[in-house]
């Protein structure tokens, strides 16, 4: 399982789980809390820090709560500085743009902005031209370098990225293009590390936090589902690497659930998420030590 481990996922085995952290891994858990195991409802506690029961679909609906990334965008320093990219096309309501007025690029969507490279241009071109293997979700090579042109050309402080490529094929039954996916994925956050790190803005004073809006449950049919009544999909990983989360090496048994996602990612900015949101998770405290 290791060996396997490490050819599908080789940034989050050697790089994540030994230079930072990574929760639910052998030994630990790592959970859903909302008692929905699927997407919307995943993503609001991701950024909100709890469970809405009010949000018990993944229809196009803006989200009545304040996530931690437009609570941030009204945060002084922050104000245009918050970019998110997703495959799927429900992080606009998810995020809830009309409201928050933040960049939120999703789905089919170009990529938008003031002098855009010559690299966004042709990925505009490519997002509205290219076959469409599903509606609701594009592709993640398109997600992602949209994603990491726009850090290269506006320099945020706070950019999300979701990929959705995982589930589409895992509902699909596709377990080959599931690995792929998976594999890609892992690719993909390695050249953003690289990138942040070869970055001055960025260098040694950025942090990635890596996660699932929900788990899937088991071999030999139930990995291709998720939902309240599918046993495991309530089984998520976090992964945290960055110049404030000292590696573990102590041999303890960490956790780290959904609803804290969000006050750790403040934390990392200075910031107070839970003054703000008290119904919120409290940081993930072992991310956050200060190296010895």
């Known amino acids: 399982p290791e060996a396997r481990r490490e050819a599908l996922l ?9 230079q930072g952290r990574l929760y639910g891994d052998v030994g630990n858990e790592s959970r859903v809390t ?4 699927f997407s919307y409802p995943g993503y609001s506690e991701t950024f909100t820090g709890f469970g809405d029961p009010r949000i018990d679909s993944n229809d196009k609906f803006d989200n ?3 996530t931690v990334l437009e609570w941030l965008h009204g945060r002084p320093g922050f104000q245009g500085k918050i970019a998110a990219f997703g495959s799927w096309d429900v992080f606009p309501f998810i995020l809830n743009r009309n409201r928050s007025g933040m960049k939120v690029v999703a ?14 241009v042709m ?10 293997e599903w509606p609701g979700c594009g592709y993640d090579a398109f ?8 850090l290269k050309r506006e320099k945020p402080r706070v950019t999300f990225i979701g ?6 094929f895992s509902h699909a ?3 080959d293009q599931y690995l792929n996916a998976a594999h890609r994925f892992d690719a993909f956050m390695q050249k953003l590390w690289d990138t942040v790190q070869s970055m001055p803005e960025y260098k040694d004073s950025t942090t990635l936090i890596l996660t699932t809006d929900h788990g899937r449950g088991d071999a030999p049919s139930d990995w291709k589902h998720h939902g309240a009544n599918v046993k495991g999909a309530e089984r998520i990983w976090v992964g945290v690497l960055g110049p404030d989360t000292p590696p573990k090496g102590d041999g303890s048994l960490d956790s780290a659930d959904q609803n804290q996602i969000a006050a750790t990612l403040a934390a990392f900015l200075g910031e107070d998420y839970n003054a703000y949101q008290p119904k919120a998770g409290r940081p993930i405290a072992s991310a956050l030590a200060p190296t010895p």
């Open 10 to 18: 080789p940034f989050l085995t050697n790089v994540v789980a030994k």
């Open 34 to 37: 909302n008692g929905k195991n």
């Open 64 to 66: 009545p709560n304040v």
């Open 107 to 120: 789905g089919w969507e170009r990529p938008v902005g003031e002098d855009l490279t010559p690299q966004e």
């Open 123 to 132: 990925l505009g071109d490519l997002i509205t031209t290219v076959h469409r």
């Open 143 to 150: 997600t992602f370098h949209a994603a990491l042109e726009n």
């Open 163 to 168: 990929l959705g490529e995982t589930d589409e």
């Open 173 to 175: 039954g596709r377990y």
